[in-house]
């Protein structure tokens, strides 16, 4: 059984203000898009930016098998939101773009508009059948490419820079805050009989503060000396399963000629001893991807993404 998350990089119709500019151009996007997913075969893949919904179903139509679609209800204000991806029927837990209660509105601009939400909805779905079962929640964090007024992706100078990076991770670590809130919702009482993960494009790596964020209790992470020794904290703690990850895998994103993992699964105790495998991109195939630079629209007719899937194998 496969599980993973995969950013699909702007996923629109062609005609519009951010998809493909003509029908080929889109059409290669798809073909190249479903010919992942065929080979990966997940059983449920987490999606961020899907941009039309019709695109979507334009893939799902391109996907060997009985795959089905369910997105979030909550965009940002290009139209992208999560979703899903599954081959078994999945039921709709939450759907929320919800902030942590306490955390008061957040900057967003240097006119001073502020945000009480996040850019983008938070998708959680359940599915079980007779032999296994999982609640998984999709989401994508704030970008940190950054905009600025009047559609630039460059600023007039470093002090602008500067002020509205400090605004995305204000906002970035907000998002975070409210996946960790919504989580342990879902994990419940112990979580060390759960099976939840949490997926997504955090647009961070696993070291940044606002990317741990997500982990809980510190203490026994994989790969630390307290991984093996059962405690308290294991009750509420979601694993980040990259230090599983072959290490010339270990990236989903290349910026300006550097390899970082920016797209994390999460998971539950119960789920870790059911890893055979994970990995980024193609089972057996290490990522290859374009590098990308400061601004999106470059890659406007570009087939396929620029990020990787990431994903786990479990047994069921």
């Excluded at 240097?110 to 007779?130: K, M, P, Q």
């Excluded at 503060?209 to 026994?220: D, E, K, M, R, W």
């Excluded at 550097?258 to 990522?287: K, N, Q, S, Y």
């Amino acid at each position: 059984m496969l599980v993973g998350t995969w950013n699909l990089e702007n996923l629109y119709r062609p005609g519009g203000p951010f998809g493909p500019r003509d029908k080929a151009a889109y059409d290669a996007k798809l073909a190249s898009l479903a010919t992942t997913v065929n080979l990966l075969r997940p059983t449920l893949l987490g999606l961020q930016e899907v941009g039309d919904p019709q695109a979507l179903n334009d893939l799902v139509e391109l996907l060997d098998g009985r795959y089905t679609a369910t997105l979030s209800r909550f965009p940002d204000e290009r139209g992208i939101r999560v979703g899903f991806l599954s081959d078994l029927p999945v039921n709709v837990v939450a759907d929320t773009p919800a902030l942590p209660e306490g955390l008061r509105p957040l900057q967003i601009d240097d006119s001073g508009r502020t945000t009480d939400r996040a850019g983008r909805g938070v998708l959680v779905v359940e599915f079980s059948t007779r032999v296994t079962w999982l609640t998984a929640a999709v989401c994508h964090l704030k970008s940190k490419l950054l905009s600025y007024p009047g559609g630039r992706f460059a600023p007039h100078n470093e002090g602008e820079r500067a002020r509205y990076a400090t605004y995305a991770l204000h906002r970035r670590a907000a998002e975070a805050a409210g996946v960790r809130v919504l989580a342990d919702t879902l994990i419940g009482d112990d979580g060390r009989r759960a099976r939840v993960a949490v997926l997504g494009d955090f647009n961070d790596e696993a070291g940044a503060a606002t990317t741990q964020i997500l982990q809980g209790p510190p203490g026994s992470e994989i790969g630390t000396p307290g991984f093996d020794r059962p405690d308290s904290g294991d009750a509420k703690r979601l694993w980040n399963i990259a230090p599983l990850i072959p290490e010339d895998q270990r990236y989903s994103r290349v910026q300006a000629g550097r390899r970082e993992l920016i797209d994390h699964v999460f998971v539950t105790r119960d789920m870790i001893d059911r890893i055979t495998h994970a990995g980024t991109g193609l089972p057996h195939d290490a990522a290859r991807l374009p590098s990308v630079g400061e601004d999106p629209t470059a890659r406007r007719d570009a087939p396929g993404s620029d990020h990787a899937p990431v994903w786990i194998v479990l047994t069921r």
